[in-house]
């Protein structure tokens, strides 16, 4: 759940302050409640269900020391835990700040406000408090690693224990995943958090370019060398280094890996003087530990130099339980960035996915969800409002051998559609028929 679902509480005795935050609040949230009188609080909880409660730290109006707001923020947070408190005052006392939060409100801030920060910190915490518990890792929030089943549980457990530590990492996983999103995550909650989180797609480097991408070069080194250029090794001094689909590079890549590995130093193409490194390496692949056990493929030694620790990152086939949050994330996220206005879902559009194979992971569940924000022309979405891309479904590539009639029709309506980027009126155009009887066969497909 993000900030237009979420249910606020103010309480400020300055009629102007709850007029304020009641005009700037309601159209980013489900319900806005303000009150003058603090001895409603209790009342009101018991009847609403709040996420964040913003309360003034002064209500007597002749003693202005905060005592009142730390008062009634001891009762709030008796009466329920969980909530979030957002204490504001006129007086920017650090010491009452330091206070207050030691005894549990979530923030403080100090009037005249600016709008952004208020808009901000409720975001944040709405945020934090609906995620999943396990989630609540102290992970960095740009990772935005969303998942609450067992197998991501796993992975969270061992991305806690093997952050901190200086340890290789390999990544395993099918493509789509969110092999990246791990890689960035190791770092962020790392000791080296603070230096360069360099990534470079090995797997799609040439063998004439490995070696001066990954090593650098000298001016003068070959015909284009115009002047010195650090290597990604050498980019990353201190920090981590991520090489993506490192399956895929060559035995000769791999010894010259391997060579940098073991001596901690590289040369730059046209030098002859070595240069100390200090990375933190973490390597991912789609491929299974299984090929790269494969010696003809894959050296041995350079798998036990790039995994002190293997990690497994689940096919969303396996996770199945994270597809609702998966799928309110993008939702909320795509309908923000293409101001679409907030969406609600029927039953049957999470249904609907959660049928659906993904053989292109969590990948491919956001591009169809950002598909379907932008195709979208109700408020409402429904699984009629799904289209799946053709190229992550089998049965398009089978259709010339299909000899059943529904298989038939169903696989043209899914090209056509495919075609037309989701256009529901150009495809019941190019299909020869209406609308609404493309929205009866895409609803008797399922698709």
């Known amino acids: 759940m993000l900030l237009h679902n979420a249910n606020i509480l103010v309480i400020d005795d300055d009629e102007d302050v709850l007029v304020a935050l009641r005009l700037l609040l309601k159209s980013k949230v489900k319900e806005v409640v303000v009150n003058k009188n603090p001895n409603t609080i209790q009342n009101l909880m018991q009847s609403h269900s709040f996420d964040v409660v913003i309360l003034d730290m002064n209500f007597n109006g002749l003693v202005n020391t ?8 001891n009762k709030i947070k008796k009466q329920d835990p969980n909530v979030d408190v957002i204490l504001i005052t006129a007086y920017g006392d650090i010491d009452l700040a330091i206070r207050s939060l030691k005894q549990g409100a979530s923030d403080f801030i100090v009037k005249p406000w600016k709008n ?42 061992k991305l806690k224990k093997v952050a901190p530590t200086d340890a290789n990492i390999l990544i395993l996983g099918e493509n789509g995943t969110g092999k990246d999103l791990i890689a960035k995550a190791i770092h962020e909650n790392s000791l080296r958090k603070n230096m360069p989180f360099v990534k470079v797609d090995v797997g799609a480097l040439t063998e004439t370019l490995f070696e ?11 015909t284009d060398a115009r002047e010195d250029r650090k290597g990604r090794f050498e980019a990353a001094n ?4 991520f090489l993506d689909e490192i399956g895929n590079i060559s035995l000769r890549q791999q010894a010259r890996l391997l060579t940098v590995l073991q001596n901690r130093q590289v040369t730059p193409l046209g030098a002859n003087q070595p240069i100390n490194i200090d990375i933190r390496l973490v390597c991912a692949t789609n491929l299974s530990m299984g090929d790269l056990a494969d010696e003809e493929k894959f050296r041995k030694d350079l798998i036990y130099r790039i995994n002190t620790v293997d990690m497994t990152i689940p096919p969303l086939r396996d996770r199945s339980t994270d597809i609702t949050l998966l799928t309110h994330h993008f939702i909320n996220f795509y309908s923000e960035k ?14 609907k996915l959660k049928k659906h194979h993904f053989s292109g992971n969590v990948r491919e569940l956001q591009y169809t969800l950002e598909r379907t924000v932008i195709m979208a022309e109700d408020r409402t979405l429904s699984a009629s409002d799904l289209i799946f891309s053709a190229i992550e479904s089998p049965q398009i590539n089978t259709v010339q051998k299909e000899t059943n ?26 299909l020869g028929i209406t609308r609404a009887a493309l929205y009866r066969r895409l609803n008797k497909y399922e698709l």
């Open 405 to 430: 009639l529904d298989a038939i029709e169903k696989n043209a309506i899914l090209a056509v559609i495919e075609k037309n980027k989701g256009n529901i009126s150009k495809s019941a155009k190019e």
């Open 212 to 222: 001066s991408e990954l090593f650098g070069y000298k001016k003068g080194a070959f």
């Open 238 to 241: 201190g920090g981590t280094l």
């Open 338 to 351: 293409y101001s679409k206005g907030s969406f609600s879902l029927e039953p049957d559009f999470i249904q």
């Open 116 to 157: 952004e920060k208020i808009l901000e910190t409720v975001r944040e915490l709405v945020e934090k408090k609906k995620l999943p518990k396990s989630q609540k890792l102290n992970l960095n929030s740009e990772t935005k690693i969303i998942g609450e089943s067992e197998p991501m549980q796993d992975v969270f457990v």
């Open 66 to 73: 905060g005592n009142e707001g730390i008062f009634w923020l």
